[in-house]
C-alpha cells in the first residue's frame, strides 16, 4: 500500500509562485509516473502534468506547460510541481498520482492553491 500527503497550497496574489510538495510512503518500489491533477469547484478533476519513474520524461497541459515545472527527488520519495505566474484560473484543489501500474493506482487527499486578481 502507497501513502501520498501533499503540501505547499496556500493563498497567492496573481503572478505569484508555489512550490507543491507530495511525500510519498509504503511499498514505493512499484512507482512508475506520477501525476498531479488538480480539481476546481463544481469541475471535473482534470491532469496538470506528470514524470516518468527517472524523471527524464515530463508532460504539461497546455494552460501550465509554460509556467509550472514538474520533478520528483526518488531518494526523498518526494514529487514537486513549482508554479510560477499564477493565474485565477488555477485556483483548485492539487492532487499528486502514483501510478503502479497493475499494482493500483494511488492518490493524495489533496493541498488547496488559491489564486486571486
Known amino acids: 500500500q502507497v501513502q501520498l500527503v501533499e503540501s505547499g497550497g496556500g493563498s497567492v496574489q496573481a503572478g505569484g509562485s508555489l512550490r507543491l510538495s507530495c511525500v510519498a510512503s509504503?511499498?514505493?518500489?512499484?512507482?512508475?509516473?506520477m501525476r498531479w491533477y488538480r480539481q476546481a469547484p463544481g469541475k471535473e478533476r482534470e491532469f496538470v502534468s506528470s514524470i516518468s519513474t527517472s524523471g527524464a520524461l515530463t508532460g504539461y497541459d497546455d494552460s501550465v506547460a509554460s509556467r509550472f515545472t514538474i520533478s520528483r527527488d526518488n531518494d526523498k520519495k518526494t514529487l514537486y510541481l513549482e508554479m510560477n505566474n499564477l493565474k485565477p484560473q488555477d485556483t483548485a484543489m492539487y492532487f499528486c498520482?502514483?501510478?503502479?501500474?497493475?499494482?493500483?493506482?494511488?492518490w493524495g487527499q489533496g493541498t488547496q492553491v488559491t489564486v486571486s486578481s
Open positions: 509504503g511499498d514505493t518500489s512499484c512507482s512508475k509516473y
Open positions: 498520482q502514483m501510478d503502479c501500474g497493475g499494482g493500483g493506482t494511488f
